[in-house]
């Protein structure tokens, strides 16, 4: 039996979680099968190139060129059913989350969610969760032929093949376009602003309070020669602009530094910077889901330890 992995993509790259994914059906031993739905069988080409996959398992038509719901779920199921595979990974992503229960009902599968590790135990597999916006963790038992949605960051990926997994490929029956399809992709303005380049970069969370604050952050941030960033509720508040958003539906970083003040640690924002080279938190909350994360940690008052870090670094 085989492990499926759904293989997400954008702008013609695969996902950095979908080779996460791979790296994670490797160290559970046993085949890998690749799903790859693109438009057509050249995109699915570009796509598999170099996937550490031993096989590739392709539906190419117009209708999956752009990710919905509807047809990527047929399509899906139709792969569950084609290889019926001890193991179905896939991204804790907009795709993943939409996906999974709808398979999970669809094939009678079990699924457990929010998956931070994975081993195999017994005949099924054991999984770690984050449960409670990532306060706590809980473990448990996920039978052979259950559904896995794990998040981002839980395993580095691994080099890409050097090369190519067989291609086989899968007829679905795609039906109806259904009531989502694709218009137009929005991209945000940037500013000028590329937090993917950036080699160090302060983050500050809601414990900023106000603006009043953020000037000693922004004098941390040119000390350590850091871009200034915020998780999403410092975003939505107006108090920095959107492309200074890290997190799930902001930019996605792997800074040299992350050094984040009060800054909980919810998984949408772990999403975003987990895979950062080194991790330092300052949360006055011991209970923080993000010194499970990070490197070094300090339970403090952010605004006692900046203006000390301020003076030391000046």
Known sequence: MTILVLIEHYQGGVADGSLELLTLARTLGGPVT?????????????????????TVLAVAAPAVA????????????????????ELVLLSYSTAGIDLAAGASVATGREMVAYVTSLTRHGAGFAACSQVYGGKLLATSTLPAQGIAVVMPGAVKAG???????PVQTLTVDLGPDGCIR????????????????AARIVCVGRALGNTDKLPMAEALAKL???????????IDAG????????????????????????????????????????????????????FGKAHYGAVCDMFEVMPTLIQKLS
């Open 34 to 54: 690749a799903l790859v739905l693109a438009g057509s069988m050249a995109d699915v080409a570009t796509l598999a190139a170099g996937l550490d996959a031993d």
């Open 66 to 85: 752009r990710y919905a719901s509807s047809v990527y779920l047929r399509s899906l199921n139709a792969a569950i059913a084609a290889c019926d595979p």
């Open 159 to 165: 080099p890409r093949s050097t090369g190519d997994a």
């Open 182 to 197: 694709h218009l137009e992709t929005l991209v945000p303005e940037s500013g000028g602003i590329d937090l993917t380049k």
């Open 224 to 234: 350590l020669g850091a871009e200034i960033a915020g998780s999403r509720p410092v």
């Open 239 to 290: 108090w920095l602009p959107k492309p200074r958003q890290i997190g799930k539906s902001g930019t996605k970083v792997k800074p040299k530094l992350y050094l984040m003040a009060g800054v909980s640690g919810a998984p949408e924002h772990l999403e975003g910077m987990g895979e950062s080279e080194l991790i330092i938190a300052l949360n006055s909350d011991p209970r923080a889901p993000i």
